[in-house]
């Protein structure tokens, strides 16, 4: 409607601070998944400022149809193919032990004894991810938060199920991560520790301590490659400040924060620490106030 598509506009016009107030029911998470995709879609004019014509996506958005889940299944696999084993590119090969048999006798030695001599990196097959979208486009990163874990998953579902418009009008869905613990069973698909579970696998539960430490550095590593490759990142205001988001190498383009009437302003002022250009507070101050205990 007018006053969403206001919204929007908000975003275009590069405003450094957008508040978008609404009553329960008329359509906050929709604007936040309109606000993703021309965020992600929009391309600059020769002028000091941003133009779309709303008109057209209301008909591309209007015309567009859903993705089945075997489609959405597919698009995943395409845009991830290290999820079903393929090494990603941008890692770095894992090492592997050589064996090396020599043979003589030295200092009471026996006469041949297998040692590991080196450990090399091993040749991983790897696959170039597919860029799903148009590519024609400056490709941002967004950071989405809420206070709480439930308004956060209900965003996450909402991006899975429904995904989002690329510029030609076609549905997709985004490179996703939800990061941070309690993380709702419906969205446990794209949540950080299931995906760097899907890349590693589980580790033995009798490894000795030197194994464990490596496995527990590979994991840290592999989260940090999860959270650069993300075009979403989904996590809750407190939990945006963790460590891995500090290690970041490109910061954040826009930070769009969910039922921001309910979170109290030291950590509304978290996940702003990254650079953002543009900052989106969405809510109803007439609605619950923040807890504080």
């Known amino acids: 409607n007018d006053s969403q598509v ?17 009553p329960p029911g008329t359509g906050k998470t929709r604007t936040i ?29 209007a015309a567009s149809t859903h993705l089945t889940l075997e489609e959405k299944k597919s698009e995943w696999a395409r845009a991830s193919p290290w999820l079903a084993g393929v090494s990603n590119p941008r890692d770095a090969p894992p090492l592997v032990a050589q064996n090396k048999t020599f043979h003589g ?15 090399v990196p091993a040749a991983p097959q790897t696959q170039q991810a597919h860029l799903l979208g148009s590519d024609a486009y400056k490709r941002l990163k967004i950071l989405v938060c809420a206070p709480s874990n439930s308004a956060l998953d209900e965003i996450v579902l909402r991006i899975i199920q429904n995904g989002l418009i690329d510029g030609s009008g076609s549905t997709y869905s985004p490179t996703i991560v939800r990061v941070g613990v309690s993380v709702h069973h419906s969205v446990q698909s ?19 301590a030197v194994r464990k430490f490596e496995a527990a550095i590979e994991r840290d590593r592999l989260k940090q490659a999860i959270l650069e490759e993300a075009t979403v990142v989904c996590s809750t205001l407190s939990f945006s400040g963790s460590g891995m988001f500090a290690r970041m190498s490109k910061p954040f383009d826009a930070v769009i924060i969910d039922e921001a009437a309910q979170a109290v ?29």
Do not use: W
């Open 265 to 293: 302003e030291p950590s509304t002022l978290v996940p702003l620490c990254y650079g953002a250009k543009q900052v989106f507070l969405v809510g109803d101050p007439r609605q619950l106030p923040a807890t504080v205990l």
């Open 190 to 208: 794209v949540s950080m520790e299931e995906l760097v579970q899907q890349r590693v696998g589980e580790m033995g539960a009798h490894g000795d």
């Open 33 to 61: 998944l309109s606000l993703l995709s021309v965020l992600l879609h929009s391309t600059p004019s020769s002028g000091s400022r941003t133009h779309v014509d709303f008109e057209s996506y209301a008909r591309m958005r």
């Open 105 to 119: 006798t030295h200092s009471g030695r026996p006469s041949s004894e297998s040692i590991t001599s080196a450990r």
């Open 6 to 22: 206001k919204a929007l506009g908000a975003a275009l016009n590069r405003d450094p601070l957008v508040l978008i107030q609404g």
